[in-house]
């Protein structure tokens, strides 16, 4: 188990490859306590983008948060490590933005609010080996390279103005009854602090801060805090 604290109260956290439909995952968590969950909605090493949820599936999904006692906004969807916000390679970009469009637009089907993203991923392939499936850099970053890294955080930011533009309608509906007032609430990117490892950006505060600072809708980003990232990445005081 995972804690995720909110509010100053500890709520238990699991993390789910979605094998099912989303209302099998909320009961998933419910059994073990959790009132807060995140899933891969599809394989998290490619760039098959997830059907849309259909009416029947959307209807079980709120019927089982309601039941579970499990708010919508308490759930994360998180995207494959194959997006690559920031890579320099056109098709791979093209490739990146057209996967994170059709996860929003899955996001809003179920009222979901945040689209968890790896900000650091450069570029990468699974290379199948006898043994396991390995990582191979398609475009390593110089770290220490001030201008490079300027360059790839201002790419993760233009990759995210325009997804984030392309979305502006994918609005959350929060409350909906004839005796409360519906709230509104933009679907959120999130950025997850990086290890650092594999010559991966994103190690540092200061590069979430460039990029957000970049983001012409900075409200609708948010950062997941990732403390086995932070750690080893250094921050050992965090």
Request: charged share 20%; with cysteine.
């Amino acid at each position: 188990n995972r804690t995720l604290t909110v509010m100053n109260e500890q709520i238990a956290s699991r993390f789910f490859n979605l094998v099912d439909s989303p209302a099998s995952l909320v009961y998933r968590a419910a059994s073990v306590g959790a009132k807060c969950l995140a899933f891969f909605p599809h394989d998290k090493r490619s760039w098959e983008c997830p059907l849309p949820p259909t009416a029947a599936q959307v209807a079980e999904f709120k019927q089982a948060c309601h039941k579970c006692n499990i708010a919508p906004w308490n759930i994360v969807v998180h995207g494959p490590y194959t997006l690559a916000p920031g890579s320099i390679d056109e098709e791979t970009l093209k490739k990146t933005k057209t996967t994170m469009l059709a996860h929003i637009e899955y996001l809003h089907a179920l009222g979901i609010r945040y689209y968890n993203i790896h900000a650091y991923e450069h570029g990468r392939k699974y290379v199948k080996s006898i043994y396991k499936l390995t990582l191979r850099s398609l475009e390593p970053i110089d770290k220490h390279d001030a201008s490079e890294v300027h360059r790839f955080n201002t790419q993760v930011a233009v990759t995210l103005n325009v997804v984030l533009k392309m979305t502006e309608h994918c609005d959350v509906t929060i409350c909906k009854s004839l005796t409360r007032v519906e709230v509104y609430l933009k679907l959120f990117a999130v950025l997850e602090t990086g290890a650092g490892h594999n010559s991966q950006p994103c190690d540092r505060f200061d590069d979430l801060r460039e990029i957000i600072d970049l983001v012409y809708e900075p409200r609708r980003v948010c950062v997941c805090f990732d403390t086995c990232h932070v750690f080893a990445a250094g921050n050992e005081n965090c």
